[in-house]
């Protein structure tokens, strides 16, 4: 099964290190990560949090961020410790959800990265998806000039069936490879509301020729999709 794309990096990006040749000092590729109260929460990329009025009281800050400063492969992470996030960065409760944990992130849809325990149940996966219940998607086009652009919000009955249908039928494909030949493809994000506090969140991308996605193994999507990834 192959991947690819910066998104699909990050889903399968696993702690490890190696040994640089000149100055002996191990450069450590961590998961994105926060240590809080005994338990490691892992960062979730197939979800958002639906709405800020689901974030809950304050837990506390990071004390500690490891990625640029710790060099040492034996280093046993500590509560406080984050991968990625700056010391003092507020992390918070989620209403509802007692294996999960929040921290405010611009850069991510509704302005909240989502962390999981390894005791929570749900995956966020598509075939995990109530599609019956979805009652708005948003599109989006991630990392542009303007951060996450917002390009199309869908709440009519029969644009949602089309659109999950459209998702639902296509074709799984393993052995797909993207066309590289003009460069990186171009990224969608479509993000599903179930009145959940966790939406849904998918990766789309087009290689100039095909939609392609990852519900679970790479699929091909029907062209047709293009009509919901443009600016409405």
């Known amino acids: 099964m192959k991947k690819w794309g910066l998104f699909i990096f990050l889903l399968f990006v696993l702690t490890g290190c190696r040994t640089t040749p000149f100055d002996g000092h191990s450069v450590?590729?961590?998961?994105?990560?926060?240590?809080?109260?005994?338990?490691?929460?892992?960062?979730i990329y197939s979800g958002v949090i639906a709405n800020e009025e689901y974030i809950g009281e304050k837990l506390g800050t990071v004390k500690y961020k490891v990625?640029?400063?710790?060099?040492?492969?034996?280093?046993?992470?500590?509560?406080?410790d984050a991968a990625f996030h700056d010391?003092?960065?507020?992390?918070?409760?989620?209403k509802g959800q007692t294996n999960l944990i929040a921290v405010k992130d611009a850069n991510q849809i509704n302005g909240y990265k989502v962390y999981r325990s390894h005791e929570s149940e749900n995956q966020w996966n598509f075939k995990d998806l109530d599609k019956d219940r979805v009652n708005k998607v948003e599109i989006y086009q991630p990392y542009t000039a303007e951060g996450n652009k917002l390009l199309g919000n869908y709440t009519n009955h029969e644009e949602l069936?089309?659109?999950?249908?459209?998702?639902?039928?296509?074709?799984?494909?393993?052995?797909?490879?993207?066309?590289?030949?003009?460069?990186?493809?171009?990224?969608?994000?479509?993000?599903?509301?179930?009145?959940e506090p966790i939406a849904y969140k998918f990766d789309v991308q087009f290689?100039?020729?095909?939609?392609?996605?990852?519900?679970?193994?790479?699929?091909?999507?029907?062209?047709?999709?293009?009509?919901?990834?443009?600016?409405?």
Request: proline letters at 5%; glycine letters at 6%.
């Open 67 to 80: 990625a640029d400063n710790v060099t040492n492969p034996n280093y046993k992470i500590r509560n406080g």
């Open 87 to 94: 010391k003092g960065t507020e992390i918070f409760t989620i």
């Open 207 to 232: 290689d100039g020729t095909s939609y392609f996605w990852y519900p679970w193994d790479t699929a091909i999507i029907s062209n047709d999709i293009q009509s919901f990834l443009k600016e409405k």
């Open 28 to 43: 450590i590729d961590w998961v994105d990560f926060i240590k809080w109260d005994g338990i490691e929460y892992n960062g």
């Open 161 to 195: 069936n089309r659109l999950l249908k459209l998702l639902q039928n296509s074709e799984e494909s393993p052995n797909f490879q993207p066309n590289m030949s003009k460069g990186d493809p171009d990224f969608y994000q479509i993000v599903m509301y179930t009145n």
